[in-house]
């Protein structure tokens, strides 16, 4: 249940050429304390429900929990989320013995493309694809949570 993760942005679409997997995500947060995430997502067809718990002083691991719910309980639990939803392609890569999935934002956020690649320790190597960018784990400002209420498209 221990999340250890890296983000990156992403310097052009030419990921979109690899990818393996597309699917479109909407997502609103219950809670967007960063003591304790509760996240709703709807990912294709299938619904989650997600805690997450604050990150370490490196923002590369926090405990996360999942649990599948029904489409129908996630598009009611979405009715009673925060203001601000997160709308977003997701595309996986394979890269190495890793997959990157790729957030290309949708709305307020459109513009932004994030990276996240998931891994087994903090220090774990991997390869770097091309249109990796610059290493944003652990800046609070890219987290879902914060882009829901302060969008990509309202940064100076």
Known sequence: M????????????????????????VQGFLNSNPERIVRIRIHGEQGFITVKGKPNATGVSRFEWERQISLAEAEELLKLCEPGTIDKNRFEVRNGDHIFEIDEFLGENEGL??????????????????????EVTGEVKYYNSNLSKNPFQKWQ
């Open 113 to 134: 493309i994030v990276a996240e690649i998931e891994l087994k320790s903090e220090d774990e190597a991997f390869l770097k694809p091309t249109w990796l960018g610059r």
């Open 2 to 25: 221990q999340e250890i993760e890296r983000k990156f942005l992403v310097t052009s679409e030419d990921f979109k050429n690899e990818a393996f997997k597309q699917a479109r995500i």
